[in-house]
């Protein structure tokens, strides 16, 4: 409360936003339950919830608050800010990658006291504040093994909040819905939904359990009044179906650079954004800045701060990034231009556009790239949700008479409408499928026919009451991520005299807080990445081969990972 009071309510928007936060205190007094927080891009969602959850914590006595986010981004930049706010340090813990490598082996069957203790490091997740990412939640659920199970106790008697809940991956969804229902009706947890496009998890087969009335400011005038406020930008189709290639987005870029200062480029793949980020250092003096989940998260820290400190000083830049800036990350460019992909993307990256009115309308403009160029189809979901826009975009252009390029993709009601159709088109994939196995996850952890048919072709009829479900072969088969990654150290900052340290011979001790440190200086690569790279002479096994790190000519300071 003393943190709000130093705000200075002038603008509409800055007295929408006070306004919201004052119902969210207001709200706090409620059961536990599963509630909406739909707060509109830019409407203040981290202090929002972060003032239900304190207040519903001490009225409740829950024992936790828990962040659980999609990116590490968010972890960095929301973690700083609670812990600015509540000036406390100690008392908050970021948990989202795992330096020493997660194994079943080391998990079950420790083969030494030194690998014992070494799974015993993990955190479990006892802080009064946790802030950890999705994967690192539905670990605790459904991984293989004991280590991440360790933290399920310490999610009872919590407030837990799902910020950007439209990342769920949608292999997931009935996975995440009984876990959240789970926590609801079991564990006395009240749950809190955080997004400016909410998903429709209530109209999916295996529904989540929500609150009659979830929706916190559902009602209120300010909602209405903020997404008033707060039509900040206009979203243009510009695709084609052959798609642009790298040096024609370039020049579309430089061209629009004559009317603006600053331009945000949001791309798919890391690939496409590698490749227009060296196409613009050939032909552009505006400063140039690269944004992916190739680089450590120090190094995306620094570069976002050395971008808002330029912004702020109305320099001239363009900035070229993964997906990884549209969620959550509070910063406001002048013109954003958007690779083709699911509706809830698109307005993700049009909530990094004139975030905060402090222009006049602004555009946020939708190309499509050559298929050579940006490969989406080996990414599931979001190429799934990338033709569903282009179906959309298609019939606006049918059914738009005066063939405007302006299109209403962002519309609350548009929204509820794509998230039908991707739910309805993937329905089979929502329960998180085996192929292999031509099951599903959720069938395993279920009634299990295959089990109950097979003790009847074996034993004694009628079926006895006994358990189902194959936990085992569903820990064994289940990865958040299709293929599990590998956390490697890298040359950058502080990760240089990291790796230093642990090609010593560090004490247990020692081992914990090199591990910490590590997790801001570490890249996420999958297994196949690892071999090509070793294969290559540009990794190498850190401490007995618990960890790895990349050779220092390997990293760059611009893009990081430099292996394209």
Not at 283 to 307: E, F, N
Request: with cysteine; glycine share 4%.
């Amino acid at each position: 409360m003393k943190h709000l009071e130093t705000f200075e309510n002038k603008t509409v928007i800055q007295k929408l936003r006070q306004e919201m936060s004052e119902q969210c205190d207001a709200f706090a007094s409620n059961s536990s339950a599963i509630y909406r927080l739909s707060i509109p891009t830019g409407g203040g969602k981290t202090l929002a919830s972060l003032r239900y959850a304190l207040k519903h914590a001490l009225l409740h006595q829950k024992q936790r608050i828990i962040y659980v986010v999609p990116f590490t981004t968010i972890i960095e930049q929301n973690a700083k800010i609670v812990r600015d706010i509540l000036q406390n340090d100690t008392e908050i813990l970021e948990h989202h990658s795992n330096v020493i490598e997660n194994t079943a082996e080391c998990d079950d069957d420790p083969k030494s006291v030194e690998e014992m203790h070494l799974n015993l490091m993990k955190d479990n997740w006892d802080a009064p504040i946790i802030f950890t990412t999705m994967v690192q939640y539905l670990n605790v659920f459904y991984n293989n093994g004991t280590r991440d199970v360790r933290r399920l106790h310490n999610l009872t008697d919590a407030v837990i909040i799902f910020d950007e809940v439209q990342a769920v991956p949608l292999k997931c969804i009935t996975l995440f819905n009984d876990s959240v229902n789970f926590l609801k009706s079991i564990c006395d947890v009240s749950v809190l939904l955080c997004t400016a496009t909410q998903p429709a998890l209530e109209l999916v087969k295996n529904k989540l359990d929500i609150a009659e009335q979830s929706e916190i400011i559902a009602n209120s005038d300010a909602v209405h009044a903020v997404r008033e406020q707060f039509k900040r930008v206009l979203v243009k189709d510009y695709t084609e179906d052959a798609g642009w290639s790298i040096k024609k987005l370039a020049s579309f870029i430089l061209m629009g650079m004559s009317a603006v200062t600053n331009i945000l480029v949001v791309l798919n793949t890391k690939r496409a954004v590698a490749e227009l980020y060296q196409e613009l250092e050939k032909i552009t003096t505006d400063s140039l800045y690269h944004l992916s989940t190739g680089m450590c998260a120090k190094h995306r820290q620094v570069t976002l701060a050395k971008i808002k400190a330029d912004l702020k000083a109305k320099k001239r830049l363009i900035c070229v990034s993964t997906p990884l800036i549209e969620a959550g990350v509070d910063i406001s460019f002048q013109r954003v231009i958007r690779s083709l992909a699911g509706m809830d993307a698109i307005a993700q990256a049009a909530g990094r556009c004139n975030r905060h009115g402090e222009e006049e309308v602004q555009t946020v403009y939708i190309i499509k790239l050559q298929e050579k160029v940006e490969v989406t189809t080996a990414l599931g979901a979001v190429h799934k949700g990338k033709n569903i826009t282009k179906t959309i975009l298609e019939q606006s252009k049918i059914t738009n008479k005066q063939q405007t390029k302006e299109v209403e993709l962002l519309s609350a009601k548009a929204m509820s409408n794509y998230f039908n159709v991707l739910f309805k088109d993937l329905d089979k994939e929502l329960d998180y499928p085996l192929p292999r196995k031509n099951i599903t996850l959720a069938t395993l952890l279920g009634r299990n026919q295959l089990t109950r048919d097979a003790y009847k072709h074996t034993k004694i009829s009628p079926y006895p009451y006994v358990l189902a479900s194959s936990m085992k072969t569903s820990g064994a088969n289940f990865n958040v991520i299709d293929d599990k990654t590998v956390a490697v150290i890298v040359h950058y900052g502080e990760g240089e005299k990291i790796i230093g340290k642990l090609n010593g011979n560090p004490s247990l001790k020692e081992l914990n807080n090199l591990f910490k440190q590590a997790q801001y200086y570490t890249i996420n690569l999958y297994q196949n990445q690892i071999i090509e790279l070793e294969r290559k002479g540009l990794v190498f096994p850190l401490f007995n081969g618990y960890g790895y790190a990349l050779v220092a000519g390997a990293y760059d300071n611009d893009i990081g990972l430099d292996a394209y």
